[in-house]
């Protein structure tokens, strides 16, 4: 067993010397952004030439989103910086994806198979599941830069290469400024990704919570029907499946589980597998994975609000769940416990393609056990996750989970 790493710097972040340098550089460059509307759309249509974003309906979330992104105290140069070049990226898809529709109209015929869809909390095994599902030839899925930067620009063609140079830089600098992130959740430029990041394009996803602390937007969020943006995020799937083929989706974000009844209405005969894990344990690693990364926007990190935040949030979240479970269909849908999970992933996996009508082939059995031989467990070392350290009490957690843990893991949270 790895030596467990202890963080002891999540209020007052310790970069190294050559990252600080970086930092220091982004000063300048975040001189005169703003987090406004006009200057973001201004820029976007500058650096791409075109001009038509499709339906303008976006801009009124979009306005909550800012207001929420200002009202960030602590906001770091370094923060702005990346706050503005993510919204704008996502105002250059909006644009891209537009201009690809009137190009290729033939996109709206590309039929869309029912998806394998894996919905589960972070640290419950859906990174991993998602890893194996995607490993062999059955399924298509999303690789980080194309989840980044999903529609080419005119200018760059088919050629990927650029796009995924560019990713590389931004997963280069996110490694070096938080040496430890890959012991939480591996990040890499071909890394299987989440479709949440496609939702983004739509201002209006769960997503934002996850780059800044934006509670104003939670808010909106919850109070509106998420069935356009689903919609929306169909469309996107089409086009990707048209420029760089596929033949099923395999998808996965914990948004899915607060959204049950939207995502089987918008993807009707999807297979869902819920993940679960003693939600405790879920929400100490959560919570310190978000304040470890609140480091790339805060000058300081406040981290008991930041902890108190992600265990109500959570608590929402399997509320839902709670609530919408017996929504999906028995025979399209399955529960998959973490420690059976672990116990054999690749029966599991298994258990997963023959729910979905897609029986392990030897092709796909080969690629899965290639991918487990390079990645296994705590391989980039193991983080020593601790209550006390975000200020969260493991025994008030039990109590208000533990209606979650008996029903879907047979016991108390522990």
Do not use: C
């Not at 202890?6 to 550089?25: C, Q, Y």
């Not at 939702?199 to 780059?211: G, H, I, P, Q, R």
Request: hydrophobic share 45%; aromatic share 8%; charged share 25%.
């Amino acid at each position: 067993m790895p030596v467990a790493i202890r963080l002891t710097d999540l209020a007052r972040p310790d970069f190294t010397p050559d990252v600080r340098a970086i930092f220091d550089v982004m000063v300048p460059m975040a001189d005169g952004l703003l987090l406004e509307s006009d200057q973001l759309h201004r820029m976007a249509t500058e650096q791409t030439g075109l001009t038509d974003f499709g339906s303008r309906d976006y801009e009124s979330r979009l306005t909550v989103l800012l207001e929420a992104m200002n009202a960030i105290d602590g906001l770091s140069p370094a923060g702005l910086l990346g706050l503005h070049s993510q919204l704008l990226q996502l105002l250059k898809n909006r644009l891209q994806l537009v201009d690809l529709l009137r190009r290729r109209p033939e996109i709206a015929e590309v039929e869309l198979l029912p998806p394998v869809v894996i919905a589960g909390l972070p640290r419950t095994g859906t990174t991993h599941l998602h890893n194996l599902l995607s490993a062999g030839p059955a399924f298509r899925s999303l690789p980080y830069w194309e989840s980044i930067e999903p529609f080419p620009p005119a200018d760059e063609g088919a050629d990927v290469e650029p796009r995924r140079e560019r990713t590389g830089q931004a997963v280069w600098f996110a490694n070096e400024a938080m040496p430890h992130f890959a012991a939480m959740h591996e990040m890499t430029t071909d890394h299987v990704h989440e479709e949440i990041q496609l939702l983004a394009n739509d201002f209006s996803t769960m997503f934002f919570e996850t780059v800044g602390e934006v509670p104003g937007w939670r808010d909106h969020y919850l109070e509106h029907d998420q069935t356009p943006h689903y919609a929306h995020l169909r469309v996107q799937l089409k086009a990707l499946q048209h420029l760089r083929g596929g033949r099923r989706w395999v998808l996965k974000s914990p948004q899915h589980l607060e959204q049950l009844p939207v995502l089987a209405s918008a993807f009707p005969g999807a297979t869902v597998v819920v993940t679960h894990r003693d939600p405790v344990a879920v929400v100490v690693s959560m919570a310190t994975m978000i304040v470890y990364t609140a480091r790339m926007y805060r000058t300081e990190v406040p981290v008991e609000r930041l902890a108190g935040y992600w265990a109500d949030r959570i608590e929402m979240m399997l509320g839902t769940l709670l609530a919408d479970r017996d929504a999906l269909p028995a025979g399209t849908s399955m529960d998959l416990r973490f420690d059976d999970f672990m116990a054999d992933d690749l029966a599991a996996a298994a258990r997963v393609h023959e729910l979905a009508g897609e029986p392990m082939t030897v092709a796909d059995d080969a690629a899965m056990r290639t991918f487990l031989a390079s990645h296994q467990r705590d391989r980039h070392g193991r983080i020593d996750y601790r209550a006390a350290d975000l200020g969260l009490d493991p025994e008030e957690l039990r109590t208000r989970f533990a209606a979650y843990a008996a029903r879907f893991l047979g016991t108390e949270a522990d």
